[in-house]
């Protein structure tokens, strides 16, 4: 998000008072994208933004709404075993605990959260067992490469997490 404010939303509108941008300010900004995806996705934080000022009073109403987004395709990519292998060994790579939770969510599907918030108890061999995850209950079932990352974690604490946080339970 800050990439896309940097270059795209604040040198046409950082400079502007707020309600002083309209429907066609934003409109005429859009058009002159030549990055049409990334138009609209700078288009949609722009929106947040205008949004959270009406909500605040700043303003009376978005003036993103109504701006046409640029026409997309659906993209489907699937990852084949040769580009899984290359993430996961760039992440056992990585200098710190991060890249073991990258290579944890690539073997098991697991999101982020719920490697950071599982609790000592839910490990039982290669199935890990979520009680609250998103979705709800989760049954997660840990291959041996899993396994053993998570065997070699030792705790870490981890400064700002809340009382001091194990960021390892496993």
Known sequence: YTRLADTLLLPTFGALPIASITLSTVEDWHDTQTAMIQANRALALLSA?????????????NPCTGVRRNPERHREHFYMPADAQAIHASALAFPDIRGRYIALCLLTGARPSELLDSGPGWRHGSVLQLPDSKTGVRTVYLPPAACAILDSLVPTIVKGRPEAKPLCHL
């Not at 933004?49 to 109403?61: D, F, N, Q, S, T």
């Open 49 to 61: 933004a205008l949004g959270y000022a009406v909500a605040r009073g700043l303003i009376p109403a």
